[in-house]
């Protein structure tokens, strides 16, 4: 949950949010209270049906910032996204991908997942519409989190 600050200047309330390291702008004129943002990793997926729409272009560059680290990658002509976790050995790979398939079974959205030697790789992007969805940004922040702990 990003804290928000607020600042004035002579007509306006600015809005400004610590997002990624450093407080960035976010609106002007909101109300003394605003909900905070919510990351990427806080929300949840939601049921999506054949007919949904992929992200357009503008919401790829908003989402993919908060997983910077995530390569978005075209296989077969689907957008994905992948990245690829280090670790010590191969127990500790094999440890980190049960973790993510139990959380891929909690959000019902499941990614490719290529366990070896020393690493992890997982690649989400949503089976029923080919392509990315909002639910890829939110696994992928939640994956980067699990890594994390």
């Not at 992948?82 to 050995?89: A, E, K, S, V």
Request: net charge neutral; aromatic share 10%; charged share 25%.
């Amino acid at each position: 949950m990003a804290p928000l600050r607020p600042t004035r200047t002579r007509h306006k309330k600015h809005w400004y949010a610590y997002i990624n390291g450093s407080w960035q702008g976010i609106a002007e004129g909101l109300p003394e209270y605003a909900p905070p943002v919510q990351s990427l990793a806080r929300m949840k997926c939601v049921a999506c049906n054949r007919d949904a729409p992929t992200v357009s272009d503008s919401d790829l560059a908003e989402l993919h910032p908060q997983v910077d680290k995530w390569e978005v990658v075209e296989l077969d002509g689907i957008k994905r996204l992948t990245r690829t976790y280090p670790f010590g050995d191969f127990a500790q790979a094999l440890a980190f991908t049960e973790k993510v398939g139990r959380l891929a079974e909690e959000e019902g959205h499941h990614p490719a997942l290529l366990t070896e030697w020393g690493r992890t790789t997982v690649t989400w992007w949503t089976h029923k519409i080919k392509g990315l969805h909002r639910n890829d940004f939110i696994m992928a922040a939640k994956t980067d989190e699990l890594y994390r702990t």
